[in-house]
């Protein structure tokens, strides 16, 4: 099946500074990606759908200015976290798809804690 | 409003029973698109099935089966012989154009 990667796969940061995630489509082109949050013991919410080469929308309750999504190419998207406080750790994943939005491939996540 | 509804939080059975996870959906879209997911503890997502709404068969993978009923907008899952390994939080999810997750069961199979 379809291979979505994310880089890291876990980062530890101090309090106020931004960290990047990456999710790739190793074998497709992306037309659209979803990005993730689980906190623990918890259910995965969505935070945003990103289509490529437009801005991305946001589910209600998430800052668009603290979670910065880019989806430049249709293999590559981007969630920076700015000014990352403690409370903002937690297990991020991004799914991707190829245009049939039934077949989304998750990424194996990313593991953020901030101190 | 889409909703996925998995009443039970957590479940502990002896390993070799069987056990059934239970989903119960809403959507107002005739047509949808159903899945069960296995999240170790590693985190990463293990996709298990999926199922549109037109297809009602119920389906067997191995230990594995899916009983879809539309008539009580349920999609149950059975796992037969239970093992150690599937020990695991399942997540039932329904998606038209993105996927909503339901919050999970926590699966305890104990030796």
């Known amino acids: 099946g379809a291979v979505v990667s994310q880089h890291p796969s876990w980062v530890i940061c101090k309090s106020g500074t931004s960290v990047k995630i990456e999710c790739r489509s190793l074998?497709?082109?992306?037309?659209?990606m979803f990005w993730y949050r689980q906190f623990p013991k918890q259910s995965l919410m969505l935070m945003a759908t990103?289509?490529?080469?437009?801005?991305?929308?946001?589910e209600q309750g998430v800052e668009k200015d603290k979670f910065l999504i880019n989806h430049a190419s249709l293999t590559l998207s981007t969630l920076t976290v700015t000014s990352a406080h403690p409370e903002d750790s937690s297990f991020y994943i991004c799914?991707?798809?190829?245009?049939?939005?039934?077949?989304?491939?998750f990424g194996p996540g990313t593991r953020l804690t901030v101190t | 409003a889409q909703k996925v509804t998995q009443a039970q939080t957590e479940i502990s059975v002896v390993e070799k029973e069987d056990v059934t996870l239970d989903c119960v959906y809403e959507t107002r879209d005739t047509t949808y698109y159903l899945f069960w997911y296995k999240q170790p503890p590693s985190g990463e997502l293990v996709f298990l099935i999926r199922?549109?709404?037109?297809?009602?068969q119920n389906e067997i993978s191995g230990r594995y089966s899916w009983n879809f009923q539309k008539s009580t907008s349920s999609f149950n899952f059975t796992i037969t012989a239970s093992q150690v390994v599937d020990s695991a939080v399942y997540f039932c999810a329904l998606t038209d154009d993105k996927i909503i997750f339901g919050k999970g069961t926590r699966l305890h199979i104990l030796p």
């Open positions: 990103s289509n490529e080469g437009s801005k991305a929308t946001y």
């Open positions: 799914s991707a798809h190829s245009g049939r939005r039934y077949e989304q491939y």
């Open positions: 199922r549109n709404s037109f297809d009602e």
């Open positions: 074998d497709f082109q992306a037309t659209t």
